[in-house]
């Protein structure tokens, strides 16, 4: 130190315009540096998020949540896994450890998610998307005043969503808390007895109704035709007029043999089916 003092001393000019030099490069870059309130941060978090319309929390849970939240566990580095299911939708947060390569942890996740897409419902949609601070919304607009929420939820998706959209330096716009609509099936436990059936038998006509199945191809005049069988639920009164499968037996007349089939039960003569909005 006594060495490079005596020598700062002997050079007392050099020294100065050595200091001035260091003065005015620091105050050029810290001008120039990069400012940021919130700064870019990735998190080692991956999120699955599917929309599943019309369907209830217990139904999403069930058919969504649970079947993506066991796909990847086998994902490696996965730390925990969180799952959240709500009316029309699922979210399952994943979290890795630190350090983890996100870009291939989410090309791990997508590759798991695919190998069960044949198991998810048709109308789910899953998404994987990285948690990052530039995901957060900067930006939040309340609308009231509409006296038709449907219509005003039309609107918003229609006009508003894409204008907002186009404005320079916007990623993405979307509406939350939006309306929405469910069925509910209410059983009448008077009308099931008097029907011989239980509420097991309103799960059965739901599970074994309203879906598409592949029933092979057709040619014909050199063109091939695939072939589906079943049709979808597309109305509330198509649930009220699925049938019912009973346990009662036919009825045989001693004296004539005639056979007398039970009679045909629907779901409307037992339950309550209405539309409800959440």
Do not use: H, W
């Not at 993405?172 to 469910?182: D, E, K, M, V, Y």
């Amino acid at each position: 130190m006594s060495k490079l003092a005596v020598l700062s001393l002997k050079n007392r000019a050099l020294i100065a315009l050595i200091t001035i030099c260091a003065a005015i490069v620091g105050g050029v870059s810290l001008t120039s540096l990069k400012q940021e309130l919130i700064p870019s941060m990735e998190l080692p978090a991956l999120m699955v998020t599917t929309s599943y319309p019309g369907a209830s929390p217990d139904v999403v849970e069930e058919d969504v949540s649970t079947p993506i939240e066991e796909a990847i566990q086998q994902v490696p580095d996965l730390d925990s896994t969180t799952a959240t299911s709500s009316s029309n939708m699922s979210v399952v947060q994943a979290m890795f450890d630190y350090g983890t390569d996100m870009a291939t942890a989410e090309q791990k996740m997508q590759q798991a998610i695919s190998r069960i897409s044949s198991q998810l419902p048709e109308d789910a949609d899953p998404q994987v998307v990285a948690l990052s601070l530039d995901e957060l919304p900067v930006l939040q607009v309340a609308v009231s005043g509409f006296d038709d929420p449907a219509t005003a939820q039309e609107d918003l998706e229609n006009l508003v969503i894409p204008e907002v959209e186009d404005v320079e330096g916007v990623g993405t716009a979307s509406i939350a808390g939006a309306a929405g609509q469910r069925i509910t099936i209410t059983p009448l436990p008077q009308n099931l007895q008097t029907a011989g059936v239980t509420q097991q038998a309103i799960n059965d006509a739901l599970e074994q109704n309203g879906n598409l199945f592949p029933g092979g191809e057709i040619t014909q005049d050199g063109e091939t035709l695939t072939v589906q069988t079943g049709v979808k639920l597309a109305s509330v009164d198509d649930i009220r007029s699925l049938p019912l499968i009973s346990d009662a037996e036919p009825q045989v007349d001693p004296s004539t043999g005639a056979v007398t089939m039970p009679e045909t039960y629907t779901i409307a003569d037992v339950a309550q089916v209405e539309v409800e909005d959440d």
